[in-house]
């Protein structure tokens, strides 16, 4: 992952609102959810979740996959990790004496 990717993505998760949508997608798992479903629970305009929507598919965070009439949204995983990855990829480098197990990234869900 390159610094732009990284940045562009914090830059997406850095609204109230869309790291809520997000976080809703990731306890909504493989299945994802329903845009309908999503604007009802987190009580969203559907004009400003389609915004935000946009700006996290965008950023690679999300997925949208149509099913007949009904938009499903999921979280990237793969993503995430990427990202969550690349924050920790270099940490204690700089550190003098060895490095801790916190240092090592670790996948974030048992499923991932």
């Known amino acids: 992952m ?3 990717q990284a940045a562009s993505q914090l830059e997406a998760l850095g609204k109230p609102t869309r790291l809520e949508i997000y976080r809703a997608l990731i306890r909504a798992g493989e299945n994802g959810l329903a845009v309908g479903a999503l604007q009802e629970s987190l009580n969203i305009a559907p ?3 389609s915004h935000h929507l946009k700006t996290l598919i965008i950023s690679g965070l999300i997925s949208q996959e149509r099913q007949a009439t009904t ?3 999921r979280a990237n995983y793969n993503s995430m990790q ?3 990855n690349y924050l ?4 204690c480098v700089d550190q003098s004496v060895g490095t801790t197990s916190m240092c090592k990234p670790t996948p974030i ?3 991932c």
């Open 2 to 4: 390159k610094v732009k």
């Open 47 to 49: 004009s400003t979740l």
């Open 71 to 73: 938009l499903i949204c």
């Open 82 to 84: 990427d990202l969550v």
């Open 88 to 91: 920790v990829s270099e940490c």
């Open 109 to 111: 869900c048992k499923d």
